[in-house]
Nanobody, 123 residues
Framework: QVELVESGGGLVQAGGSLRLSCAAS????????MGWFRQAPGKEREFVAA????????FYADSVKGRFTISRDNTKYTVYLQMNSLKPEDTAVYYC????????????????WGQGTQVTVSS
């Protein structure tokens, strides 16, 4: 069992930056690949980024490539999402999740989910 808690969301102007964190419970964190998803009102949950458990290889959705960076610190059981050059269309609830696969881009590939953190980008 892995418990995930996201933090770092908030309100930011277009062009600004935010850094999301996802803290995991338990020493099994390094056994999982991690991913970030987002869900805007009235839309399906959308893949954002993933990072492998071993060599920290990364994979991004085209919509965020070059603007967002996923990273992890296995000593702190934490995965991060650095979001730069934010756009109003990035507004959503952001979720982190744990998986055994890489790259895993479908929600059904993930076993554990956090509760989400709201990101709002104003124009």
């Amino acid at each position: 069992q892995v418990e995930l808690v996201e933090s770092g969301g908030g309100l930011v102007q277009a062009g600004g930056s935010l850094r999301l964190s996802c803290a995991a419970s338990g020493r099994t964190f390094s056994s999982y690949g991690m991913g970030w998803f987002r869900q805007a009102p009235g839309k399906e949950r959308e893949f954002v980024a993933a990072i492998r458990k071993t060599d920290s290889s990364t994979f991004y959705a085209d919509s965020v490539k070059g603007r967002f960076t996923i990273s992890r610190d296995n000593t702190k059981y934490t995965v991060y999402l650095q979001m730069n050059s934010l756009k109003p269309e990035d507004t959503a609830v952001y979720y982190c999740a744990a998986t055994r696969s890489f790259p895993a881009v479908q929600p059904e590939d993930y076993y554990y989910w956090g509760q989400g953190t709201q990101v709002t980008v104003s124009s």
